[in-house]
């Protein structure tokens, strides 16, 4: 399953060194506006415990975890909506993935320049949203104008039914708002606004904080991050702090020395870590396993999958000549020590085709084609 997320902030922000630390490459960071004109894409690996866990216990031959694909994309400037800076290749970039992890500078330097000459995060994420807002509102106003004539001569059903959601979400988009806060809309018709209108305000957000250093270990007297915070939870959406240029010093240590760094810093899991498993979260996606001696595979489904099609993720033969899972909790597992004694306990069962998998399920699928 290919997840993407956008990476995007204005320019100068932090964008290229975060996506340096997260897949530990080396892009361009230089301190001008536009150092990233093509995004750049890399696959990160989603942490998780619990494979750790099965493949100390299985010990496979090769151990598989789940992965997300990062995209860092050319910082927005004011007009991007209209093509100003390289706007239209930003948000055509944006609109490919499926979630938008949005940077915001939360620190001061005379060293690096800021597009707008001064730190302020709330007009920051502003700027952001009055951009995709102003591009969203050009799609909506394009397919309003094409269903009026089917609206007010044949009354047509659907039409009728997306126009009531477009004029919602023509006003919403007008006062500069995401279309993910319009209020005036129920879930159904939000849910419908996603699968069918493919807006850039109507994608998950997940805000990342860039803070200093000296911040970083204290947050609650940092006013930068505490706006951005603010925002984040007046939204719904979620906020993680970050000091982008730690963690890309953290990530061009050894796993011994991360270990050893993260420690000092009295922390359990680098900021990264806590990112990339919020941005996994953030699409509603879990994550089954399969485990072996050959190999242990964390797999990612979206949440409220059925056995099925859980199983043609794995291959497409695999659901089409679906039989049955045979299936435990991880945490059975954990608990019990070893798959014999989950047997002897009566916790492997064998669920069908109606069976929603859960996250953390050990499964083996039987099929026959």
């Known amino acids: 399953m290919s997840l993407k997320a956008g990476i995007v902030g204005l320019p100068n922000v932090g964008k290229s060194t975060l996506f340096n630390a997260i897949t530990n490459s080396h892009v361009e960071a230089a301190n001008y506006p536009f150092a990233t004109i093509k995004p750049n894409a890399g696959v990160v690996v989603v942490p998780d415990e619990r494979l750790d866990r099965l493949s100390a216990a299985f010990m496979p031959e090769r151990t598989i975890y789940a992965t997300f694909e ?11 909506s209209k093509g100003e800076g390289l706007g239209n290749q930003f948000l055509a ?19 690096i320049i800021h597009v707008e000459s001064s730190v302020d995060p709330a007009r ?26 089917k609206v007010r001569i044949s009354k047509e059903k659907t039409a009728v039914y997306e126009m009531a959601i477009l004029e919602e979400l023509a006003k919403t988009l007008g006062e500069g708002k995401p279309a993910r806060l319009c209020s005036a809309l129920n879930e159904e018709q939000i849910a419908y606004a996603k699968k069918n209108f493919f807006l850039l305000t109507l994608k998950p957000i ?37 000091s982008c240029q730690i963690e890309y010093e953290i990530s061009q240590l050894s796993k011994e020395d991360r270990k050893e760094f993260l420690a000092e810093l009295g922390a359990e899991e680098s900021g990264l870590d806590k990112l990339v498993k919020a941005a ?61 004694a989950v047997k002897e306990a009566g916790k492997l069962r064998q669920e069908g085709k109606d069976y929603r998998m859960k996250d953390g399920d050990c499964v083996f699928f039987r099929f026959n084609v």
């Open 206 to 242: 997940l805000y990342v904080a860039n803070v200093s250093e000296t911040d970083y270990s204290d947050l609650e007297h940092c006013a930068y991050y505490q706006v951005v915070a603010n925002i984040a939870a007046e939204q719904g959406a979620q906020c993680i702090p970050v």
């Open 124 to 149: 920051d994420i502003d700027i952001i949203d009055l951009e995709l807002a102003m591009a969203d509102l050009d799609s909506v106003n394009a397919r309003i104008a094409k269903l009026t004539p």
């Open 70 to 80: 990062f995209f860092d994309i050319a910082g927005l400037v004011k007009g991007a």
């Open 280 to 340: 996994y979260r953030l699409l509603d996606l879990c994550t089954f396993f399969t485990v072996g001696k050959d190999e242990c595979r964390a797999w990612t489904y979206h949440d409220g999958m059925s056995a099925p099609e859980c199983a043609g993720i794995i291959h497409t033969d695999f659901q089409k000549g679906f039989i049955k899972a045979e299936i435990y909790s991880c945490e059975d597992f954990f608990a019990l020590g070893s798959e014999a």
């Open 93 to 111: 970039a944006i609109r490919e993935s499926d979630a938008i992890c949005e940077v915001v500078r939360c620190f001061e330097s005379d060293e």
